[in-house]
């Protein structure tokens, strides 16, 4: 069985290294992956990076589509995977996540046909308008396999009548988190930049909703500024927010902007910080696994779980700069007692969502 992988931005590179690995392990010798890669993430520390040090297998094509605007390049990446898929003849596609691709990915496999695999089922933000909240939506209305992180996840795809296809498998992330986590560099990484262990924050921004909207921009960055006040502040910075930054001529004084970081760099850096401020949703769990409180800079989260646990808050910048460093203080001084449980399942949810596949063949 072949199966067709769809990336094109940067967190789906790391979901794919856990069953691109499990593949490779010989225990399903009956499936086989060809990657395909749409180009949506071009730099090379957006994706190339990724996948020397995650050893996922070269793509076996990549769509350079580059960037554009919502519809432009969701529509040049449809363009040319339908042309991709035709050549490639895959028995399954396999899509992660709310990106662009993804969506691209799933309306193309959908209208040829195709059997379609959603790693990261029923995620939900309720938040309209949100590009990776409809690109959620329409994947999941359309995908005959639902892969899903939590319990929580697939409550909202029986809300939506979807229960019949939907697995709670545990989350691919936290397979790849565990099996990196082991002996990252972090004693190196933090020399090299002159922190101390827990005493210093990590930051990300890069969502539309944060760095299309100069004022919201400005507040988030006035915030992390003030807290570069009271302990050192790293921020690796997203092209995207670069370019926002550049066009509006945001220049915080205290802040100490990095390159985007590769995998175990920032895992390294994750795992030694006081706090991590951030619109990811990828970093709210890695913190999470990494027992990090986290702040983040948005209205809601889809990782609804972090929260339930006391390891994450929500400081959406429309309350202002003051809230989200009271946020971040209040984040630092107050870590929660307990351990972070065991929510995103056991570190096997690849072997879990091959196992579906293989039996669907
Ligand atoms: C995309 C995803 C988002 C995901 C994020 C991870 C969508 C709608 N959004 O957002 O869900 O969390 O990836 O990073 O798909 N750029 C570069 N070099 C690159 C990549 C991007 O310079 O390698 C710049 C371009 O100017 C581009 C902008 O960043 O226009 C935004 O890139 P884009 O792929 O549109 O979305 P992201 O903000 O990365």
């Not at 059997?115 to 990261?120: I, K």
């Not at 990828?282 to 800079?297: D, I, S």
Request: proline share 6%; net charge neutral.
């Amino acid at each position: 069985m072949k199966i067709a992988t769809v990336v094109g931005a940067r967190p789906q590179f790391i979901k794919a290294a856990a069953i691109s690995r499990r593949l490779r392990a010989g225990a399903h010798p009956g499936l086989g992956e060809v990657i395909i890669h749409t180009g949506q993430h071009y730099d090379d520390n957006m994706s190339a990076s990724f996948f020397t040090e995650l050893g996922i297998p070269e793509p076996a094509l990549n769509l350079g589509v580059g960037s554009g605007t919502q519809a432009e390049q969701t529509g040049r990446i449809m363009a040319a995977l339908e042309r991709a898929l035709a050549d490639v003849a895959p028995d399954l596609v396999l899509v992660y996540g709310d990106t662009n691709s993804t969506l691209a990915g799933a309306l193309v496999a959908a209208k040829a046909a195709l059997p379609l695999a959603h790693v990261e089922a029923g995620l939900r933000s309720f938040r309209p308008g949100m590009a990776e909240e409809v690109n959620r939506v329409v994947t999941d209305r359309l995908a005959d396999m639902l892969f899903c992180p939590t319990e929580a996840a697939r409550m909202n795809l029986a809300a939506e009548g979807r229960a019949d296809a939907a697995h709670v498998v545990g989350d691919v992330m936290f397979d790849v988190f565990r099996h990196s986590a082991a002996d990252l560099p972090a004693d190196a990484i933090l020399g090299e930049y002159g922190l101390a262990t827990r005493k210093y924050a990590l930051a990300t921004i890069h969502r539309a909703e944060n760095t299309d909207d100069p004022a919201r921009l400005e507040v988030v960055l006035r915030a992390l500024d003030q807290i570069g006040a009271t302990l050192p502040l790293i921020l690796p910075l997203h092209p995207r927010t670069r370019a926002a930054m550049a066009r509006w001529r945001l220049a915080p004084k205290r802040l100490r902007i990095v390159e985007p970081q590769p995998y175990r760099r920032m895992l390294a850096l994750l795992t030694r910080s006081a706090a991590l401020l951030t619109d990811s949703g990828g970093m709210q769990k890695e913190a999470y696994f990494a027992a990090v409180p986290c702040v983040t800079l948005r209205d809601e989260t889809e990782w609804v779980e972090t929260v339930a646990a006391g390891w994450n808050r929500l400081a959406p910048p429309s309350l202002g700069a003051d809230a989200i460093v009271s946020s971040a203080l209040c984040a630092i001084g107050n870590r929660p007692a307990a351990a972070p449980a065991p929510i995103y399942g056991d570190g096997d949810a690849a072997g879990r969502i091959l196992d579906i596949i293989a039996a669907r063949v």
